[in-house]
């Protein structure tokens, strides 16, 4: 690619150079402070970093595509017993059975994601929730594959002789793949498919007219969205050691729904900010009750309940999500500094 | 350049709406499909674009021909790569996207990049009103910059033929006449190929240079433009002209 073509046609890496900046420091700051947390800490941040990657697929399809999937926790299911079972009964390095637990993903992404062809809106979610189930029952059923009920274990790769094995060492391993996960969805938006997913989303019939084969864009974004969930799926395996169908169920794939859409759809720092939302925020309620009373069993069915209207609340006073309320706090922040962006 | 021979078009199968109609639209030449609400016009267009499936319709019998090849049924995209551009009726802009990325949607189809930059550039030099809102959402844009920003769209994809389905729908009289001084400039100008549906008969014969109408699936009429000009059933029904005030 020219230097000309380049700069007509597509941003660079990271959007402006202050969002550049802004995002590297960022991540080296992340990268830096994981490192002197405690273990309570670091499994937030780790399943943060795994949600956001998953969640960025699932924005691709929702948020991009105006596809939709509560099958998402499947998906990373998919992920992650494909891998534990590449890596210990077929024996491949990690890294290639973490690609490659994508790419199943991906295939069987885009095999639940033939409806779409047909279906729109509610028929479509109808038809992604029996993917739900379908996938929860293979895993289920599937025991040389998954364990079944009694799940498998997975150990903490070694790579090139490195290990990751310690909790903070395995954090940075996750935190690269977040961050190569954001950079990618970041430029796939500016590119072509990008344009085409949009134009899909907006007005199926005028993309058409424009030439965009709008099947094959909707299996792009089902493929891609999945891959995501795979690899999400597969570093969430490492992580636990232990791969469980419990992991998997609808509520979590529900979960993922409420993370894009509290996030904000669409937007890359939308699924980042809307998984930190999601793991932070019980976390938080759980602090509070502990202060209410000693036994903060006792608060939890009510836990649930608060957990749901701070929900709604958002959807109703912030509907574009927390990627719009970011985007604010940044403006305002930079016109304090007088930078003029 | 295209050849439609006896094309009988059904919707769900059963519903016919086009009974074996034929007509050519030869190169560089603005021809125009005239015709009331209902008579097939649009689904001639559709048929031709590959944008029947849609509506779940379908080409029962006939053929589509362009420049000797056989292109009946083909899908929409394959259509769009081979230079057929569909302009549908209600414009279709992308309202979310700018009209800047509407314009680069237009260019889908196209690979080299260089030529993209150079198209986008000179037919917004050529829409001013589009020029200058560049950065704008599609969706805040007026009717008549929408129908302009619907042409533009089309043009970025090097059309060798473009279908236009009533650029005229909805859109003040002065603004009708606007996006027809356009059509006409760009016809004329860049020796572009027009298929052009209309209801409003007496635009559409200022800019195509043949034309015929339809009705109820059959083609009843045609001739060049100057003759349907002058035609008096064409006069009494669509034009209003007529001297005879009594007909019915």
Known sequence: MDSNKRSNCSRPLLGTRHECIGAIGLIVAVAVISQFLDDYFLTLLTTISIYALAGMGLNLLMGNTGLISIAHAGFMGVGAFSSAYLIHDVGLPVLLSIILAGLITSAVGMFFGLPSLRLKGVYLAMASFAAQIILYWAFEVSRWFTGGQDGRFVDRPTILGVSFFESNHYYLFVLAFTVIGAIVNFNILRSKLGRAFSAVRDRAI??????????????????????????????????????????????????????????????????????AFIVILPEVMDSIALMITPNAGEMAPIRMGVFGLIVVVFLIYEPHGLARSWRRFVDWGLARMGVNR | ??????????????????????????????????????SGKSTTVKAISGMLRSDNGAIVTGKVVLEGEDVTRQGASRMVRRGVIHVMEGRFVFPD?????????????????????????????????????????????SGGEQQMLAIARALMAHPRLVLMDEPSMGLSPILVQEVFGVISDIQ??????????????????????????????????EGTAEELRQNKHLQDFYLGISENENHI
Do not use: C
């Not at chain 1, 636990?240 to 409420?258: D, G, M, N, R, Y």
């Not at chain 2, 109408?213 to 083609?219: A, D, K, L, S, T």
């Open chain 1, 206 to 275: 005028a993309a058409e007219l424009m030439g965009i084969n709008v099947f094959r864009t909707k299996m792009a974004a089902f493929g891609l969205s999945t891959f995501y969930a795979g690899v999400a799926g597969a570093l969430f395996g490492f992580y636990l050691e232990f791969v469980a169908i419990q992991a998997f169920t609808l509520f979590i794939s529900i979960q993922f729904l409420a993370m894009v859409i509290i996030g904000g759809l669409g937007k890359v720092s939308g699924s980042i900010l809307g998984a």
């Open chain 2, 1 to 38: 350049m295209l050849e439609v021979h006896d094309l009988r078009v059904a919707y769900n199968r059963v519903i016919r709406v086009l009974e074996g109609i034929s007509f050519a639209v030869p190169k560089g030449k603005a021809v125009t499909l005239l015709g009331a609400n209902g």
């Open chain 2, 97 to 141: 996207l700018t009209v800047k990325e509407n314009l680069l949607m237009g260019a889908y189809s196209i690979k080299d990049r260089s030529s993209i930059t150079e198209d986008l550039g000179r037919w917004l030099d050529f829409f001013p009103v589009l020029g200058a809102r560049t950065n704008t959402q599609a969706g805040y844009l």
């Open chain 2, 188 to 221: 004329k100008t860049h020796q572009l190929t027009f298929l052009l549906v209309e209801q409003n008969v007496r635009m559409a014969l200022k800019v195509a240079d043949y034309g015929y109408v339809i009705e109820r699936g059959f083609i009843r009429l």
